[in-house]
Nanobody, 118 residues
């Protein structure tokens, strides 16, 4: 199974971007899909996650601005990012997680760079 992320780029503060994560095979291979980000000199952090049952959670820093969604027919997960701020600048990673084990198994896509700057 492979995850292919796309959609990053340079955007001005207050602008919008939509990230996409295409899953080879079925998106239902995973119990949860999510987006993480890693800014320079910082740890990778969870941005948003959606479970196979439709439960969604967001990092406090993006609530009200970012929206995660999934298109099961296209095996794709999206992250709509609005009202972007310079502090949103980071490499964004798509994640697929298998749970129901002692230790969850994570699959990662390649990162896509989002730069918010004027």
């Amino acid at each position: 199974v492979q995850l292919q992320a796309s959609g990053g780029g340079l955007v001005q503060p207050g602008g919008s971007l939509r990230l996409s994560c295409a899953v080879s095979g079925s998106i239902f291979n995973f119990n949860a899909m999510g987006w993480y980000r890693q800014a320079p000199a910082k740890q990778r952090e969870l941005v948003a996650r959606i479970t196979s049952g439709g439960y969604i959670n967001y990092a406090d820093s993006v609530k009200g601005r970012f929206t995660i969604s999934r298109d099961n027919a296209k095996n794709t997960v999206y992250l709509q990012m609005n009202s972007l701020k310079p502090e949103d600048t980071a490499v964004y990673y798509c994640n697929g997680r298998l749970t129901g084990r002692a230790i969850p198994i994570d699959y990662w896509g390649q990162g896509t760079l989002v730069t918010v700057s004027s």
